[in-house]
């Protein structure tokens, strides 16, 4: 199957819906085959919109369960079962479960780096990390809260990460003055002395409430009330940073070569560690430019630019992106993504922030990832432009009037 094919996929789907109802029979089989159509179609990507629909079947009674960030999903399918001549009984929740959150379907991370995983489990996989101050949309409460963030990423967080809040708490903590960490580094203090008890450590990217100076401090409130000072060296208030942001190519791959080093993390995006898409994450971020999560995201994104007949078309800050072909029906599969630098030299993450080349005669050279590599993908000039390059000054989470994004 081709990849223009795959794209016309779930509209097929909903054309067979409409006009030939026998595809779908009416057993508990072709229940499933209808619920994956419209999963198709609504929730492509698992990762970002969810439809996890549980059937079970009593004679002409199909009772439904599980969760959706869908209402179209959710009233598209029952309204063809209806239409097939089966009696739904709706258990299919919608997220976020306003109810159940007694309203707080908003929240703020309240650790310097977060970690959110498959499953409300500590040893389950984790899949992504998040910020220090960072909105976070609260979709479902178990013992941990299933969230997504302002890239669109659902997962499961510790009830501890989290600061739940109504759309008017965070309305206020996003209209509050703001310090934006710029140090890889740090910590807050209890006191404007060093020597204090700390409080947190902080990354690079966090955000804290900015209340006033101390000496050589910011005075600072976290999104759960705490307070503490950090060092002025460390952070720049919001405005201030906003103001003296850059995002041009030589400042992007100056920041990229600051994190050399950093040792790979799977999930991780962060200064603490980071795996490759989560390094592109990252750098970007700190140049206030918030970019799909995952590699394969990623690689979607953009200009696509061709590799084939060389790199004379590929320009440094462009990423670069590593896997399998598309061959014998089955679509490219991206496993890797990098940032060129130019003169076939490129950084990424892979066992720590590391250089590698495309020519043989440098000592870098790369011959794995040269075999694997499959197309670059221009995003620099799309910020702003496509609705899943944004900033903190334009994503709707950290706008004056939360609102859910718009894709």
Known sequence: MTRNTLIL??????????????????????????VDSIRLRYAPDGRTELFQVRVAV????????????????????????RL??????????????????????????????????SRPDHSSEMLTQALLGMPVRVLQRDDWYRVQTPDGYIAWVHRAGVQPMTAQELSAWNRADKLVVTALFGLVYSLPDAGAQPVSDVVSGNRLELLGTAGGFYHVRYPDGRTGYLPLSAARPEAQWRQALVQDVPSILRTAHMLMGIPYLWAGTSAKGMDCSGFVRTVLLMHDIIIPRDASQQAYVGQRVDVASGFAGVQPGDLLFFGTPARDGRRERIVHVAIYLGGLRFIHAQGDVRLGSFDPADPLYDDFNLRRLLFAVRVLPFVGRLPQLNTTATNSFYAPVPAPLPW
């Not at 996929?9 to 779908?24: E, K, N, R, S």
């Not at 009674?61 to 063809?80: I, K």
Request: aromatic share 8%; net charge negative.
């Open 9 to 34: 996929w779930p509209w097929l789907c909903l054309l067979a819906l409409c006009f030939c109802p026998a595809l779908f029979a009416r057993t508990e089989s072709g229940i499933g085959q209808l």
């Open 58 to 81: 009593e004679g002409d009674t199909v009772r439904l369960g599980g969760v959706t960030t869908s209402a179209q999903a959710h009233d598209e399918l029952l309204r063809l079962l």
């Open 84 to 117: 097939r001549g089966w009696h739904p009984v709706d258990g299919l929740r919608l997220l976020p479960d306003t109810a159940a959150l007694e309203g707080r379907t908003w929240g703020v991370v309240r650790l310097s780096v977060c970690n959110l995983h």
